[in-house]
């Protein structure tokens, strides 16, 4: 059954090590780089200011590979013109580590007519002033929904793999979450501005669960996987295990278009540019399938990455529920990780992360 009640923290909060686990996430922000470029191009001069709003942003060279382009495409149509870049994140970011990337020798503030700025909160809600923003991109950060659900999923720790009520749940608080995102978005961007919004997708398959597969299944079910063996080890709860769920929902074609259909003022508010699932331009089927001959290397890049995006999700959610102090806590996270590199050390390619890239691209009317 499913329990009305939600997590206490935001989807993303502490993630571990972000930037240095984020090899697919580069991957991708780089790979719509054509994107960005076509639409400031379309946009066109600005006459006081073109802003850029980088939602979910993070605290790596991620968020300074989103907004190259568009300062590159932008001083192609306005060599002089002014640029105000706006990174949008929630509070827990690292913003001493994100800006001292913008200000270093990697970053973009060598135009003199260039200013950075933050804006912070949650980019299910407002983050700029009404008509301000030319350009909106939000990369890698939009499947997380903006808070956990508590309900029994037994079997599973993401969302493909739920069924009846608890499917249900997640897929109303993802379209809930998505209508609003849009929304907030008809509110900042300027007549003319873009939206661009390129994430982990899903697209229909009858072999899977629900008729839908979606990105990383593999890799979500060796979580499991590793935490089942630790249950029958008596080191986690098997209550614990069969509560926790990843507070994600990869996006389909039809999910991320449905609002625009459905709801007569977003309709209004935007033209569809694209939108589309497609494999990933590098490695779609195995993200670290160039270190396949080095069970060690593969291992270890695997399990950076869910360290990098799921291990705050696992200790509060799972870890710390099965813990009675700290210590112990530690202890679990260290044991998880230690087994989950073992696993894909012992069978590289079983688990491959398979990679599909949602992409919608949205002209404000």
């Known amino acids: 059954m499913t329990d009305e009640k ?18 697919m996430q580069s991957n991708l922000v780089k ?27 993070g605290p790596g060279h991620t968020a300074i590979e989103a907004v190259k382009p568009s300062i590159v495409a932008y001083r192609q149509t306005s060599p002089n013109g002014r640029i105000a870049i706006c990174h949008g994140d929630q509070p827990h970011n690292d913003w001493n580590g994100l800006f001292g990337l913008v200000f270093s020798e990697s970053g973009y503030l060598q135009d003199q007519n260039i200013r950075t700025e933050a804006s912070i909160g949650s980019f299910y809600d407002v983050m700029a002033a009404p008509d301000s923003v030319s350009l909106a991109t ?3 950060a939009s499947h997380w929904l903006s808070r956990p659900l508590l309900i029994s999923s037994p079997g599973t720790v993401w969302y493909a793999d739920l069924e009846g009520e608890a499917r249900a749940a997640y897929e109303d608080l993802a379209r809930s979450d998505w209508t609003r995102f849009l929304r907030s978005r008809a ?33 979500y079910r060796a979580i499991h996987k590793v935490a089942a063996t630790m249950v029958t080890d008596g080191l986690l709860t098997k209550e614990a295990l069969d509560r926790f769920i990843f507070p994600l929902w990869f996006p389909s074609v039809s999910d991320a278009v449905g609002p625009l259909i459905q709801n007569e003022d977003l309709e209004a508010a935007f033209e569809v540019i694209e939108a589309s699932v497609t494999d ?11 270190w396949l001959a080095d069970p060690e290397k593969y291992a270890e890049l695997y399990t950076g990455y869910v360290r990098g995006f799921g291990e705050s999700s696992l200790r509060l959610h799972l870890f710390e529920k099965s813990a009675k102090t700290v210590d112990e806590a530690d ?21 491959a992360s398979e990679t599909l890239t949602m992409t919608l691209v949205l002209r404000r009317r």
């Open 6 to 23: 939600t997590g206490p923290d935001t989807a993303t909060e502490h993630m571990v090590d972000y930037d240095r686990n984020s090899y």
């Open 31 to 57: 790979s719509r780089a054509d994107w960005i470029e076509r639409a400031v191009r379309d946009i066109g001069p600005q006459k006081t200011e073109f802003r850029h709003l980088d939602l979910g942003c």
């Open 138 to 140: 939000c990369f890698v």
């Open 187 to 219: 509110i900042e961007l300027a007549p003319g501005g873009y939206l661009i919004v390129s994430t982990l997708g899903s697209t229909p398959d009858l072999e899977e669960i629900n008729g839908i597969r979606g990105s990383a299944r593999h890799l």
């Open 280 to 290: 990933a331009a590098i490695n779609p089927q195995d993200a670290y399938q160039d």
């Open 331 to 351: 202890a679990l996270t260290a044991k998880f990780f230690e087994r989950f590199e073992e696993l894909y050390r012992a069978e590289p390619g079983r688990y």
